[in-house]
């Protein structure tokens, strides 16, 4: 595929500074791309870079005043222009190879058009599957299961009984959807099962990465609302709720019950415990354990979550302890001096 | 289905007030019961949810005296008396399925009685499978492994050769039981792989979350004892032995050779070091990473992990740090302006 | 299977002490060893446990001059003895067993001789498969991928198309490799997804364990050299670099761009940042949070990885606040004493 300098601006609308009639048939990054190829500069320190470049043409920042000796498309956003154009020579267009001979699908279940149903998948008993979904091989997906529209299940994923997935979802393999969440109840003898009798619901535009797990209620519903986007071995209790547009990193774990607000980032390693709530746009820093509620539009990292520059300033003076160990020590020495002066000063 | 309130308050050992004749159909949350329902309140904080809830019944702590509206059951632990309803209610009586035609079970494996073995499962040589136990789509049974009666094995598990599995397991989806351990000696060129040559022993009543991965031994075994409770995503090296009745909150890991107590609780994405012993009745909170032995019955916290007393006071100190760099710039001026007057006074 | 003294000596390249030909047939701990066994000492603060072990000879180090009663191989390095004594021991000499009938193969792919292609492994189109390589149940092999020679793939692994494997990889059970990266720009509507079209390339002798999760380039290759070994439940993100012959522990996660060099060791837990580099021969303590380049040689510790005695100075004096705080409050006492003494010198 080959597109025009031009075509490739109509697509990011973006203005073409060069050239318009260039053949362009990929893209790639500034120190990678060869001749024939397009590239981007997302991060004006990499400007250097582009002088040096093979690329036959650049996708430039509009904002700032960069001459090039190569063609250009000036846009706002460069990065999600280069996002577009990648998906655009990426994309293979989706050609459903059907149900597969080997695919276990129960009689009771409603397959939708278009879909691609791989070897060995099993499609339990009344799950319904919309159009042009795509589950892989190995892919389970459990009885009374609701598949949207467009949806890729990846291979080896899981996906218990009584699981509810929206359109354009993705899930990448190896992730479990609606395992029992952990709940138990001492009995005087053993810790006593509580049944697990809620679902997982996920919304429309979700994306889940591989390895993760995810809980169905107790009773009620664990949800992930739409947009949301989870990356690999992430962990959600029972229970828990995402607002839409969130961004949860890898090796996060969300306690039973805990609710998150909207467009609210988890960097990776967070832990976050049960039944809080943390407000919209709320971002936590990598590897900070969260034990209490999280205003709306704030910052919060360390061990033990705290607004991020109160957290940097006992960071801060932790690291000048040692210092302050030795202020003491000379503050000691001098008022000991002046005590035996102030003694002379009385005896004579 | 449904239970006069006479006949649950025999199941969960509990006294009806009001009428014992009403009919209750299923179990609800306070704010989500409907009419026909019975709800339970077992935190006291939320008694005056209840006069607004639609639930017919409520189970109640025998301790306070509360007045509902409606009748009641009043028990000892409302909690468990919920989880026992709960069950009641939920639980379908277990339906085997048979060995379905294309899972794949070696002529050499021994099969019990009332199993269901779902498509796409492999059973390999010489394994023992229980009775009434249930092996999901696409999990795998590794060569001479035992599986005890009433076993749930979910889809896609692994469990290597020679693991020995007792009665009453389940194993949620995607875990993998008997992975060779991490161990290599450097040999001056390369990471010598040393044989992983033991196994994994799970005893009854174990149940396992989603996503875990459990290590064989080096030699000898890598023990789970009776009744523990391991969530999900948790790691567990080569030769670690975990007490019973213990509880392993989602994403710890415990390394190898480690052994824990009975009754030891784990919070999530706490991490032992190895080689190290933890008392029974410890508890250890979320987060926190334990480098030396725990004694019995203690509870730690803390990065470091440290008794919780002392870990809480060293974190209130560090926050007042700030304050403390205050006042000793306050002590250095003080102390120099009695210099000055102390040498005027001497000057005199 | 038996060996003599000398023939284990030969294999080890050490010296007998006592009687050569006395025949072993296993090997094992020094409490655990039969008669007819092996065993080995490799840290010297077990060598009081040696004459009480039923073992008929041990492996010791040539170092130290023990005396002990049973016949004895004197070697360099104990351990690495002992482990090629085990190997020799456990290994069974690999019979392939061809590939199952329900395995699924694309008639396009290129499979080496030898192999053992287990019940429902799935093999996509264009994929090459060296000699003795085992794909074990329910292992998925995308489209496009080349594994080298005598890897061993297990149960129910994911391998994501285009991915490149070397040879003697040995990958765990329910691992993934080659899921997309964790990439997306905000178009002012909604997380767009940028399309990951790198790949995975996993260099000769690699061990990666159960449960790990190695995302593909977005563009251009995450990439783990010659040796290294990972543990279970490890998180790579796109576009990362491990040098060879680096250790990884468990639980790590390593953040999207990050190169490691070679003969890095990062501890349990750890979290790493994106766009970092760290050192050859690096070490990061386990639970540690690293947010800046590592130099090489270094010893990091600390939840924000800091040089290990830096960390542990501070360490040591935030575990002395209390203290401090006390000679502060002191200090404020004699402070104020010195003042009225003065001001009652001045007004004498």
Chains 1, 2, 3 share one sequence.
Not at 8 to 20: C, F, I, N, R, S
Not at 166 to 191: K, L, M, P, Q, R
Not at 302 to 307: D, E, K, L, N
Request: glycine content about 10%; hydrophobic content about 40%.
């Amino acid at each position: 595929m080959e597109k025009t300098l031009k075509e490739l601006a109509e697509l990011v609308g973006g203005v073409v500074v060069g050239d318009p009639a260039i053949l362009i048939r990929g893209v790639a990054g500034v120190k990678e791309a060869e001749e024939g190829e397009i590239t981007f500069i997302a991060n004006p320190k990499y400007l250097p870079l582009l002088p040096h470049s093979r690329a036959s043409a650049a996708i430039l920042s509009a904002k700032e005043a960069v001459e090039a000796k190569i063609p250009s498309i000036r846009v706002e956003n460069p990065y999600l222009a280069f996002a577009k154009v990648l998906r655009l020579f990426s994309e293979n267009s989706y050609q459903p190879c059907g149900i597969h001979p080997t695919a276990c699908i129960d009689s009771s279940a409603m397959i939708g058009e278009q879909v691609s149903i791989h070897p060995f998948a099993v499609i339990g008993r009344q799950v319904r599957i919309g159009n042009r979904v795509q589950v892989y091989s190995g892919a389970f997906i459990g009885d009374f299961s609701h598949i949207g529209d467009g949806c890729i299940i990846y291979p080896n994923v899981t996906i218990y009984h009584h699981t509810v997935i929206g359109s354009s979802v993705i899930i990448h393999a190896n992730t479990v959807i609606g395992s029992d969440g952990f709940g138990y109840v001492w009995n005087g003898e053993e810790h006593y099962k509580i049944p697990q009798v809620g679902r997982v619901v996920i919304e429309d535009g979700v994306e889940i990465g591989a390895g993760c797990t995810i809980d169905r209620g107790t009773m009620g519903d664990t949800v992930i609302r739409r947009g949301t986007k989870i990356d690999n071995l992430v962990q959600i209790a029972h229970n828990v709720v995402i607002g839409e547009s969130s961004i949860i990193v890898s090796q996060v774990g969300i306690s039973g019950s805990t609710e998150l607000g909207k467009r609210v980032t988890l960097g990776g390693q967070v832990g976050v415990a049960g039944h809080l709530k943390i407000g919209d746009n709320a971002t936590v820093a990598a590897k900070s354990g969260v034990s209490k509620n999280v205003p709306s539009n704030s910052l919060m990292a360390g061990p033990i979550a705290r607004p991020i520059q109160e957290w940097r300033r006992s960071e801060a003076s932790l690291r000048r302890l040692p210092e302050l160990v030795e202020k003491i020590r000379k503050l000691q020495q001098k008022v000991q001096e002046l005590e035996k002066k102030l003694q002379g000063a009385e005896r004579e």
